[in-house]
């Protein structure tokens, strides 16, 4: 084998789920359920025929206008009032948060986040050479008081101070848990009064089963604090690859500006605008919201059969359950012996930038079928069985 000179962060290959043995049940990947996929065969004919010379083409830096328009109607649903010059289309919402990072972060800068967090969002910001900041949570969201004891203490010492905060606010990835409105209006005073950017990820917003929702950060942001990441991706179909950042317009010019593949792809920003403008989209999230209930239930009442020792708050909404197991247990052990007996959960730990707690693991219910989900958790409980003969201490 040749001596490749690899980057360091290339450098050590990790094992994946191509990995795993074939029959391997996956609860590791928030992917959309493949029955709820919509067919768009309609709008693509239409993007392929009459269209063709917009969608065929390279798109415009910012997007198509049609689009950014359709996302600002879309948005105001939730309170949220922007123009087409404050949208800037992206791949995802995960392309937006790297746009920004490219925007605001030097190497050895530090951003804001919460303990766990996205565990994604952490991988992208390693790859900016980031400081942590990492802020603990409870049932109401980040701690914002343990965050301005943080950043009053580091601005009375004249420390460098944070330019980024990263939160998924709404059903949470990977707690559940939704941010209520009090903290979501102290984050935002502490944004404006330390000037900071908060980077709100609001993949999950709609997917709700029950409960009242809460006005998105941006919402309340009447100061340019706030950019709204978005996608389609899991109110629509991941593999169309259309997300977009809404900010103030010096903001989304310098990220578009940061972009290496130009104009998104403006033959699936083309289905996007036809499914928003006939309503399907909404259609669409109705009948998710349906299913991914039944998958949340079928999953929760799986895990009290077969792994009865676990605590698990039920989200109102989303893809993932949270699993926090007793204290002591070795998550990723319990990963490792999943794998073995067929099934593939994520470790918690990867949800903490710094050392996290190694007693939790996270599942989600999106993928698969309720009897895939009852067959994958009675292979995690015969591990968690395997995992208690091994440590003697969690009988």
Known sequence: ???????????????????????????????????????????????????????MQYSPLMGLDELRQEICNYVSQDGVFCKPSNVLVTYGAKSAFDLALRTFIEPGDKVIVSRPTYMTAIHIMR????????????????????????????????????KVFFDVPDFHNPTGITTTLIRRQQLLQLAQRYNFVICEDDPYRRIRFEGEPVPPIKSLDDSGHVIGLGTVSKILAPGLRVGWAIGDYQIVRRMAMQKSDGGSNAFAQRIVIQMLQSGRVNEHITELIQQMRIHRDV????????IPEARIRAPQGGYFLWIELPEGTDGERLVELGIREGVEVSAGRLSFPNDGSANFIRAAFSFTSEREIEEAIARLGRAWKILKSEQPKLN
Do not use: W
């Open 1 to 55: 084998m040749e001596n490749f000179r690899f980057a360091r962060q290339a450098a050590i290959l990790g094992s994946s789920v191509f990995d795993h043995a074939p029959g391997t049940i996956s609860l590791s990947s928030g992917a959309a359920y493949p029955p709820c996929l919509p067919n768009v065969v309609n709008e693509a004919i239409e993007a392929v025929g009459p269209l063709r010379e917009e969608a």
């Open 127 to 162: 790859t900016h050479n980031v400081q942590f900041i990492d802020i603990g949570r409870d049932e109401d969201g980040i701690l914002t008081d343990e965050l301005e004891a943080t950043l009053h203490r580091m601005e009375k010492n004249a420390e460098s101070m944070p």
């Open 299 to 306: 999953m929760v009442n799986e895990f009290s059969e077969h």
